[in-house]
């Protein structure tokens, strides 16, 4: 069964005549390529760690890529400076504010 395809029963060679010219429509984007999906992974699940996914994405323009990039390190910056005020003052809450080698290399 080779050169047929699997879904519509047509020889590849035929499939690519009907795509090449427009009678069929290209395959829908995959999941993580649609923009919704993508910015989804940036703000809430990955992080800067999907800018990669950002950069390879074909939904997004070089200026929308560029601002969007911009605000994921903006964002994970600021998400990283409130995790690191919560712990500095929970710290100080449980008296864990200096240690005492730190009060004897301070005086």
């Known amino acids: 069964m080779t050169g047929i ?10 499939q690519c005549r009907l ?8 395959p829908p984007p995959k999941w993580y390529q649609r923009p919704s999906s993508v910015v989804f992974l940036l703000f809430f699940v990955l992080g800067p760690f999907g800018l990669p996914l950002l950069w390879k994405s074909p939904a997004f323009s070089r ?10 390190v903006a964002y994970s910056a600021l998400l990283v400076e409130t995790v690191l005020m919560g712990v500095r003052v929970a710290m100080e809450q449980m008296g ?7 009060d004897a290399i301070l005086s």
């Not at 795509?19 to 290209?26: I, L, N, Y």
């Not at 864990?96 to 730190?102: C, D, S, V, Y």
């Open 63 to 72: 200026g929308m890529k560029i601002a969007l990039a911009v605000a994921v």
């Open 96 to 102: 864990l504010g200096r240690a005492p080698i730190t």
């Open 19 to 26: 795509m090449a010219d427009g009678s069929a429509s290209p």
């Open 5 to 14: 395809a699997a879904s519509g029963g047509l020889p590849l060679r035929a």
